[in-house]
């Protein structure tokens, strides 16, 4: 009953060491400057920590399951209509992380939000309620109570608003 590695293990220790040295990079920073970092790389240690002693550790369970592939595909995850809100999900999530670089966390978040209601067709209360209440909390929370100075965006910081 020896220690297992595999190929996603080298992954996950490098998302470990990354966080690692996030949270020590934050160590001489401000209070209010390390918190962020602190918080999420803290968050991300301990997942990852949890995660790479599953990985390295044998299990019975697991190796009564094993196929041999990082992960399986359900029958209609390999369809068409499967592939097609896989890459939907991708283009969410770079979609995101475009406007964030091009607006800033501040109009990215709710806008964002506002988006993904309209394209699943909620209601029209929850469509402008929900992207004006993350909109509301991200201000207060991030902007008002924490002072994260969040980048504005390139977009914004061309037009002077910085």
Do not use: C
């Amino acid at each position: 009953m020896g220690l297992r590695f595999q190929p996603r293990t080298l992954l996950t220790l490098f998302f470990f060491i990354l966080f690692a040295y996030v949270v020590y990079a934050a160590w001489d920073m401000p209070r209010e400057a390390k918190l962020y970092p602190w918080v999420v790389g803290l968050i991300a240690l301990a997942l990852l920590g949890y995660q790479l002693v599953r990985e390295i550790m044998p299990s019975e369970e697991a190796n009564s399951r094993e196929t041999g592939v990082d992960m399986d595909f359900t029958d209609d995850e390999a369809t068409r209509e499967g592939k097609r809100r896989a890459l939907e999900l991708f283009g969410w999530l770079y979609g995101f992380a475009l406007v964030l670089w091009l607006l800033g966390f501040y109009i990215s978040i709710p806008l964002m939000v506002f988006a993904y209601m309209l394209r699943h067709k909620e209601s029209l209360v929850l469509t402008i309620s929900l992207p004006a209440g993350t909109g509301l909390v991200t201000w207060i929370v991030f902007g008002h109570f924490l002072h994260l100075p969040f980048p504005p965006g390139i977009i914004l910081e061309a037009l002077g608003f910085d």
